[in-house]
């Protein structure tokens, strides 16, 4: 009998591997449609789809390894981080998927957003003001027009899987769709800046940086509370606080 562990679990979704097998168990069955058609839309290397039977889609193992974690120690050589930039330019240059994603949220929308999650930061005491405020200003630079692309959405160095230098898949497609290329970038390189300068090599376009270090401070000032209520440490060493500190 194989090992079941817990990838992750919160009250919205669950992820068990066991085996070669991963199942995930969302209670939001519209994020597994996207999954599954993102997937299958995708022009790099995805998991095979094994079966689906709501509210579970089991998916199997990809090979190789991650590049590491938010919080945790980077691997793999500048070589393997410029194939991921390669990668992430192939999705996002795809023919768009039918819907929005993710990434691509409306700049009213998400200015809201972030103006509603900065004052309760302050007011429950989470951040400091000054830290908050800070990074309100760095934010504002995301804020801006962009050209869709195909996005993942949620692009965490712990979603893409290499085998030396060879990407060999990427996972977590729920938040996939039509959206800003740049938030993908800065999703991916999110707490390990010293690798950016690879990932942008194999992009193989210059980049914008003040939009993507706009994205690092807006990605973290959405995601504080919502890690803290479920049970995540962004005060963790290299996690998301740490990112918004290194804009002082």
Sequence with gaps: MDEVKVVVAHSERATLRVGDVFLKVDADQARIDVEVEAMSLAPVPTPEVL???????AIAALPGTTLGR????????????????????????????????RAGRSIVALAAEL???????VTNGLLPADLVTRNR??????????????????????????DGDEVTGIID????????????????T?????HLDHVIAGYGTDIDL??????????????????????FDPFAPGCEVDVLRSRM
Excluded: M, N
């Design 137 to 162: 200003q760095v934010a504002e630079a995301a804020l801006r027009p962009w050209t869709p692309a195909f996005t993942h959405g949620d692009l965490q160095i712990a979603h893409l899987f290499v």
């Design 210 to 231: 003040e939009v993507i270090h706009a994205w690092w401070s807006l990605r973290s000032l959405l995601a504080v509370r919502w890690l803290t209520e479920h049970g």
């Design 190 to 194: 999110l707490g390990h800046e010293e």
């Design 70 to 101: 938010l919080g945790g120690p980077s691997t793999g050589s500048p070589a393997a981080w410029a194939a991921a930039g390669a990668a992430i330019r192939k999705l996002h240059d795809a023919p768009l998927p039918p819907r929005p994603g």
């Design 115 to 121: 103006d509603d999650e900065c004052e309760l930061l």
């Design 173 to 188: 497609w729920s938040e996939a769709g039509q959206g800003d290329a740049l938030y993908d970038l800065a999703t991916f």
């Design 51 to 57: 079966w689906r039977k709501p509210p579970v889609l």
